[in-house]
Structures are given as C-alpha cells and as structure tokens.
C-alpha cells in the first residue's frame, strides 16, 4: 500500500453515512485511526528500507453500551479500506497453559482472511470486543487466567512482536503454527465498560460540606456518552484494566445509547435498512409502513435496552403473520399492528380488513 492509496478521513466517514446512522463522534475518531494506520504501514515499509526508526502505532479504545454498531463500524471500515479483518470475542480467551484459546488464536481469522498471506495480514485491523470483560477482579482467589493473565497475554501483542499464529492444518492433522509480526497490526478493543461511567463521574459529584449538616452528593445529569468522553487512564485502571495495557490504547472513541429518533432512521434510511430489506423480500407484495408504525417500532426498541438489535426481533415478528399467510398486493404496517404483534389471530384479521389486499390461496 502506498501513500497515494490512502483513503480520505472525510470521504471514509461519508461512506459510513451509507450505512451508520449517528456516531458522529467515533466516527471521526475510527477513520482519521485507520487513516493513520494505512499512512503508518506505508511509512514504514520506506523507513525499513532506509534503516530509520519505524512510526509508533495508536492502538484504539472503543467504549460504549451493546448494541450500538461497535462491531458494525469496525467491519464497515475494513471492508472500505480493503483490509483483513479479525473479530474476536475476549470472553473466551484464557492465559496460555490453561484450557480455553490462547491470545494469539485472535490473529488465526487475520491470516485466513487475508488468504494466508502473511505480509497482508500484518497490515490488517484486529477488533476484540468484550474488552472490558478481562478486567481484574476483585477478591479472587487463585490466578486469574481469564482475566489479568489475558491482559498480560495482549500486552505483548499490541507492543508488536512475533506471533505464533495456530492456523488449520489438513484434513485430520494438527493445526500448523506461522510466525506473524504484530508491529503493524492496528488493534480495536471494544466493550460497553459497565460502570465505568459513574467511576469518572465520580470527580465531579460534590462534596458533602462539614458541619452540622451535610449536603448531599449530586450527580450531574450529564449523559453516560458524556461521562465516557471524560474518562481518564486512572479510571481504566481502577476498573481493572492493567496500567502497561491502558497506556497502549492511546485513541478513545465512545459510541453512545441509540434514542427513538436515530432507532427510526435506522429503520428507515441506510443502503442496507432493515425495513428497505424486508420490503426487498416480500416482493410481489407492496409493503408499506406507516410513519405512526415506525415510531411505535422504534419506541419499543428503545424500551428493550438492547440497542439496535431488538430492531429486527419486533419487525420480524410483526411480518410473520405477513409471511405465513403469503399476502399479495398492497399490505399497510400500522401502529395498531405493532401493538398486537404478539396476537398471531389478531394480527390476521387487522390483514384481511385491509382493502387492496388478495390472499393467495
């Protein structure tokens, strides 16, 4: 990849206007990241060659509630970038010699999606999500090898050095081991970090006055998007995330909670809309949606406090009756019908009372 090839911050980020609705912020953050790694990687090839010291990478932070499209920004960008990617859940990872993967089992889909090509996969972008599950725990007793083990493990990767990477080996013989350098990889580690919020909200509550009488502490009705933006390297490490780790994560970006509004533009307005795609698949029939119906979806989302996701659970239930009963013609998604999802018998006859509507026997 050469300097030429490097992809804009602000084209990056209109591109993701395509599919992410919100997440100004992050994405601004993620793109001038992946920017500077793309310029970074082609950087030091043209030092190496010149014998000078290679260019430091900035390893990322991301933060914020489940499903916010963490991973769906992580995936987005890689896939306009044209770089390897390799997701990797931290929940499963343990310290080496105990059972569970080891760390560097987070770098076997890296080589695999850069068809084995070594030299590809040490440029490509590594997203461990549920980071902020290896925190260290308080009062345990023993080692804690899923834990600060694994944090110890990670350190070494995110420094840079040489991997032994466990890839498939043939049919019915053991998985063969490549040396990866980890120098140039670009790691994302991403995690909701539940109540990390109130640890940096924590300086700002006031202090209760001596004397006879004590106000009480107050705290500020700033949002825990907001709390997130001000949180600093001592609260990382109060939380439990080790001091070496943290100071490797240099850039933060925080996604934050999805309100009605931007849950209906997801519903409504990306390339690869949820509605726009459920449309697409009952076609001949005419599917239409109320603007009373996508409130009333989104409002029942937000209530589910799952994020995005609880978008396609309600819309599927609410079509099943629509696609069970192979409806042709024009078929009107009300708010009455999202109230009365749950009411398979109720939900037919809402159907057949509709004019302009054939049922295909």
Same mark, same amino acid.
């Given at each position: 990849?050469? #300097? +030429?090839?490097?992809?804009?911050?602000?084209?990056?980020?209109?591109?993701?206007?395509?599919?992410? /609705?919100?997440?100004?912020?992050?994405?601004?953050?993620?793109?001038?990241?992946?920017?500077?790694?793309?310029?970074?990687?082609?950087?030091? &090839?043209?030092?190496?060659?010149?014998?000078?010291?290679?260019?430091?990478?900035?390893?990322?932070?991301?933060?914020?509630?489940?499903?916010?499209?963490?991973?769906?920004?992580?995936?987005? %960008?890689?896939?306009?970038?044209?770089?390897?990617?390799?997701?990797?859940?931290?929940?499963?990872?343990?310290?080496?010699?105990?059972?569970?993967?080891?760390?560097?089992? %987070?770098?076997?889909?890296?080589?695999?999606?850069?068809?084995?090509?070594?030299?590809?996969?040490?440029?490509?972008?590594?997203?461990?999500?549920?980071?902020?599950?290896?925190?260290?725990?308080?009062?345990?007793?023993?080692?804690?090898?899923?834990?600060?083990?694994? #944090?110890? $493990?990670?350190?070494?990767?995110?420094? $840079?050095?040489?991997?032994?990477?466990?890839?498939?080996?043939?049919?019915?013989?053991?998985?063969?081991?490549?040396?990866?350098?980890?120098? =140039?990889?670009?790691? !994302?580690? *991403?995690?909701?970090?539940? $109540?990390? +919020?109130?640890?940096?909200?924590?300086?700002? !509550?006031?202090?209760?006055?001596?004397?006879?009488?004590?106000?009480?502490?107050?705290?500020?009705?700033?949002?825990?998007?907001?709390?997130?933006?001000? /949180?600093? =390297?001592?609260?990382?490490?109060?939380?439990?995330?080790?001091?070496?780790? /943290? *100071?490797?994560?240099?850039?933060?970006?925080?996604?934050?909670?999805? $309100?009605? =509004?931007?849950?209906?533009?997801?519903?409504?307005?990306?390339?690869?809309?949820?509605?726009?795609?459920?449309?697409?698949?009952?076609?001949?029939?005419?599917?239409?949606?109320?603007?009373? @119906?996508?409130?009333?979806?989104?409002?029942?989302? &937000?209530?589910?406090?799952?994020? @995005?996701?609880?978008?396609?659970?309600?819309?599927? =239930?609410?079509?099943?009756?629509?696609?069970?009963?192979?409806?042709?013609?024009?078929? #009107?998604?009300?708010?009455?019908?999202?109230?009365?999802?749950?009411?398979?018998?109720?939900?037919?006859?809402?159907?057949?009372?509709?004019?302009?509507? @054939?049922?295909?026997?």
């Amino acid at each position: 990849m050469s #300097q +030429d090839d490097v992809i804009n911050p602000a084209q990056l980020k209109w591109y993701l206007d395509q599919f992410i /609705v919100g997440q100004k912020a992050a994405k601004i953050k993620l793109c001038v990241a992946v920017k500077d790694h793309c310029l970074r990687v082609a950087r030091n &090839s043209e030092l190496s060659k010149a014998g000078l010291q290679a260019i430091q990478k900035s390893n990322v932070l991301l933060l914020g509630p489940s499903g916010c499209g963490k991973t769906f920004l992580i995936e987005t %960008i890689a896939r306009r970038c044209n770089l390897p990617l390799s997701i990797a859940d931290a929940t499963t990872l343990t310290e080496v010699g105990y059972v569970g993967q080891d760390v560097e089992s %987070i770098l076997t889909p890296l080589v695999s999606k850069a068809g084995g090509d070594l030299s590809l996969a040490a440029k490509g972008i590594v997203y461990l999500d549920e980071f902020d599950k290896l925190a260290k725990r308080d009062g345990m007793v023993g080692r804690d090898v899923s834990g600060e083990g694994v #944090q110890r $493990g990670l350190l070494r990767l995110l420094e $840079g050095t040489i991997a032994r990477v466990p890839v498939a080996g043939q049919l019915g013989q053991p998985p063969q081991f490549v040396e990866l350098n980890t120098r =140039d990889i670009l790691f !994302i580690c *991403g995690g909701a970090f539940t $109540g990390l +919020d109130k640890l940096a909200a924590a300086r700002k !509550i006031e202090k209760p006055r001596l004397g006879f009488q004590s106000a009480m502490e107050k705290r500020s009705e700033e949002s825990t998007a907001a709390f997130f933006q001000s /949180v600093e =390297d001592r609260d990382l490490i109060k939380y439990g995330i080790m001091q070496e780790l /943290v *100071g490797r994560l240099p850039m933060r970006a925080v996604v934050h909670a999805l $309100g009605v =509004d931007e849950l209906k533009k997801i519903l409504t307005e990306p390339r690869n809309a949820i509605l726009t795609q459920q449309k697409e698949l009952l076609k001949p029939a005419i599917l239409a949606f109320t603007e009373e @119906a996508v409130t009333a979806i989104a409002t029942e989302a &937000s209530r589910c406090e799952t994020g @995005a996701r609880a978008l396609k659970q309600i819309v599927e =239930d609410l079509l099943l009756p629509i696609k069970f009963s192979a409806m042709q013609g024009l078929v #009107q998604v009300t708010a009455d019908m999202v109230e009365s999802r749950h009411d398979f018998d109720r939900m037919l006859q809402l159907l057949k009372r509709q004019e302009k509507t @054939a049922w295909k026997v």
